[in-house]
């Protein structure tokens, strides 16, 4: 069974950074190589963020996070990261991490929620102006 936990949200005001963590567990005979980060915020729907695939290190982001969120993953400890810069009010949400495996380099679908296998719980980051 695959587990995914993050951790690293909390409250900040805009234009501090924050780390946030997602430890992949479970994972042993099950392909996780591509990863990603999903957010929702308060009354909106959960939409995506940033992704990576794990196997090649391609990495994607949304243009409203390019240039101040990075994805990555380290594979030494099973761990995929979003660092966050500049945050903004607009940023405020709950932030999951989400896993499934993945033969090749995925275009704009990584972007749909629903082909994604493995969720963790999520981890709320409320930014204040």
């Known amino acids: 069974q695959v587990h995914l936990v993050e951790s690293g949200g909390g409250s900040v005001q805009a234009g501090a950074s924050l780390r946030l963590s997602c430890l992949v567990s479970?994972?042993?005979?099950?392909?996780?190589?591509?990863m990603a980060w999903f957010r929702q915020a308060p009354g909106k729907e959960r939409e995506a963020v940033a992704a990576?695939?794990?196997?090649?290190?391609?990495?994607y982001h949304r243009d409203f996070v390019q240039g101040r969120f990075t994805i990555s993953y380290n594979p030494g400890k099973n761990t995929l990261y979003l660092d966050m810069n500049a945050l903004q009010s607009e940023d405020t949400g709950v932030y999951f991490c989400?896993?499934?495996?993945?033969?090749?380099?995925?275009?704009?679908?990584?972007?749909?929620?629903?082909?994604?296998?493995?969720w963790g719980q999520g981890t709320q980051v409320t930014v204040s102006a």
């Open positions: 989400a896993a499934r495996g993945w033969t090749n380099g995925f275009g704009t679908v990584w972007r749909e929620e629903h082909i994604w296998s493995y």
């Open positions: 479970g994972n042993g005979d099950r392909d996780t190589s591509a």
């Open positions: 990576i695939y794990s196997r090649t290190g391609t990495t």
